[in-house]
């Protein structure tokens, strides 16, 4: 099974606010890696993969 990542546990892996990531997830259109949504608790959750493909994605390389 997928690594699960809190909301917490994100925004220190990121070093920002739960707040900022929070803004992510209400942004139009939406930003940040992907993120699943309990419909019991309404807590929030990042899948370590995705968390992984969104930190690839926001790479640059820069060659010199």
């Known amino acids: 099974m997928n690594k699960m990542l809190s909301t917490g546990e994100l925004a220190q892996r990121f070093k920002m606010s739960k707040g900022t990531l ?3 997830r209400t942004a ?3 930003k940040g890696p992907r993120y699943i949504k309990r419909k019991d ?3 929030v959750y ?3 993969d995705d968390v992984e493909a969104y ?3 926001q790479m640059e390389f ?3």
Do not use: A, F, M, S
């Open 62 to 64: 820069i060659e010199v």
């Open 55 to 57: 930190e690839r994605e």
């Open 22 to 24: 929070c803004n992510w």
């Open 28 to 30: 139009k259109p939406k």
């Open 46 to 48: 990042y899948r370590l």
């Open 41 to 43: 608790t309404g807590r």
